[in-house]
C-alpha cells in the first residue's frame, strides 16, 4: 500500500496544500517503514511531528476561519481538536511501547484524516478563503480603476 498527494486534494491555498504535502510526506514515511518491518520506530517521530503540526497547522486553519468568518468553522474546529484527541488516546494507549498494532492504528486514523478531513471540509475551506480574497483582489481593482475615471480626476 503507498500514498500519493493528488491533485484532488488540492484547494489552490499555498500555504494549507504545502501543510497537507507535508503530512502526506510524513504517513508516506510511515508506510514504506512499515513495509521494511521500522515502522514502531517511525511512528515514533511521526508523533512528534504531529504535536508541531497540531500547532502550527491547525491555529492557522483556525485563525483563517475566523478571520473570513467560515460558516463551518466551530464544526471544523471541533473535528481538529477530535484529532487530536484520537492521536493522544492511541499515544496514552501504548505508553511508550510502541507495538504493531500502535503502528496500524496511527496508519488508518492519519489515512483517515487525508483522505476525509483534508478531502473534505479542508477543501470546502480553502476554496472559500480563496474565493474571497479572489473578490476582494477584483473589487480593489475595480476601486482603483473608478477613482481613476472618476469627475474629480480628469480635471
Ligand atoms: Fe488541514
Ligand atoms: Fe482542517
Redesign the pocket.
Known amino acids: 500500500m503507498s500514498i500519493e498527494w493528488s491533485r484532488s486534494l488540492a484547494t489552490g491555498l499555498e500555504w494549507q496544500d504545502n501543510q497537507h504535502k507535508e503530512l502526506f510526506k510524513r504517513i508516506s514515511s510511515l508506510i514504506d517503514a512499515m513495509n521494511v518491518g521500522l515502522g514502531r520506530e517511525e511512528v515514533g517521530r511521526l508523533f512528534k511531528f504531529l504535536d508541531e503540526y497540531f500547532v502550527v497547522?491547525?491555529n492557522a486553519?483556525d485563525e483563517a476561519m475566523m478571520k473570513y468568518n467560515f460558516p463551518g468553522g466551530p464544526f471544523?474546529m471541533a473535528?481538529?481538536r477530535r484529532f487530536q484527541q484520537d492521536v493522544e488516546l492511541i499515544r496514552e494507549e501504548c505508553n511508550g511501547n510502541i507495538t504493531t498494532g500502535t503502528v496500524i492504528k496511527v496508519q488508518r486514523l492519519v489515512v483517515d484524516w487525508l483522505i476525509n478531513?483534508?478531502g473534505g471540509?479542508?477543501k470546502a475551506?480553502g476554496e472559500y478563503i480563496l474565493r474571497i480574497e479572489k473578490k476582494a483582489a477584483f473589487d480593489a481593482a475595480h476601486q482603483d480603476q473608478s477613482n481613476a475615471t472618476s469627475p474629480k480626476n480628469l480635471s
Open positions: 497547522h491547525f486553519e471544523h473535528e481538529h478531513h483534508i471540509i479542508d475551506l
